[in-house]
């Protein structure tokens, strides 16, 4: 696979999903193809504390996670004036097809269903970023958290 053009390898992509590996895996792919500012949260509640502290161009988010699900947190961003137009990519599995109809009418970009082609996480990330009107900003909501 060759290399992303450079407007593109600098952005900043926030990987969210509560299993390691999964993280490690699109960590890797989306470095294989030239990103090079990826952070990873843990779980959602992670994710809204590295979107108030830093600005990301793109948002790879796990549906199913303790704290704070994938839903939510795209329901916070596209309540931030700042974050409306962030794009954001769900990712769910495909025996849960009836969650992506809920995470389009929250707004979301776009999905990916695991099992997945590492090229498509890679072209899904390219495409949005290359149609994205949004400027990076930090979330600048306060949420509360469930317990």
Same mark, same amino acid.
């Given at each position: 696979?060759?290399?992303?053009?450079? /407007?593109f390898?600098? #952005?900043?992509?926030?990987? *969210?999903?509560?299993?390691?590996?999964?993280?490690? *895996? @699109?960590?890797?792919?989306?470095?294989?193809?030239? @990103?090079?500012?990826?952070?990873? =949260?843990?779980?959602? =509640?992670? =994710?809204?504390? @590295?979107?108030?502290?830093?600005?990301?161009?793109? *948002?790879?988010?796990?549906?199913?996670?303790?704290?704070?699900?994938?839903? %939510?947190?795209?329901?916070?961003?596209?309540?931030?004036?700042?974050?409306? #137009?962030? /794009?954001?990519?769900? $990712?769910?599995?495909?025996? %849960?097809?009836?969650? $992506?109809?809920?995470?389009?009418?929250?707004? $979301?970009?776009?999905?990916?269903?695991?099992? @997945?082609? /590492?090229?498509?996480?890679?072209?899904k990330?390219?495409e949005?970023?290359?149609?994205?009107?949004?400027? /990076? =900003?930090?979330?600048n *909501?306060? $949420?509360?958290?469930?317990?």
């Open positions: 696979m060759s290399n992303i053009s450079s /407007p390898a600098d #952005k900043r992509i926030l990987i *969210v999903d509560d299993q390691g590996s999964i993280r490690s *895996v @699109f960590k890797m792919i989306l470095q294989e193809v030239g @990103f090079e500012n990826i952070d990873s =949260a843990t779980d959602g =509640a992670d =994710a809204i504390e @590295f979107l108030k502290s830093t600005a990301y161009d793109l *948002v790879i988010c796990d549906w199913n996670m303790p704290k704070m699900s994938g839903v %939510e947190v795209l329901r916070t961003i596209r309540e931030c004036e700042q974050t409306e #137009k962030l /794009p954001f990519m769900m $990712v769910t599995s495909a025996s %849960e097809v009836a969650k $992506v109809r809920t995470a389009m009418v929250e707004g $979301v970009s776009d999905y990916l269903i695991k099992p @997945f082609q /590492p090229a498509s996480l890679s072209k990330a390219v949005l970023l290359a149609q994205s009107k949004h400027i /990076p =900003a930090k979330l *909501v306060r $949420v509360a958290m469930q317990n």
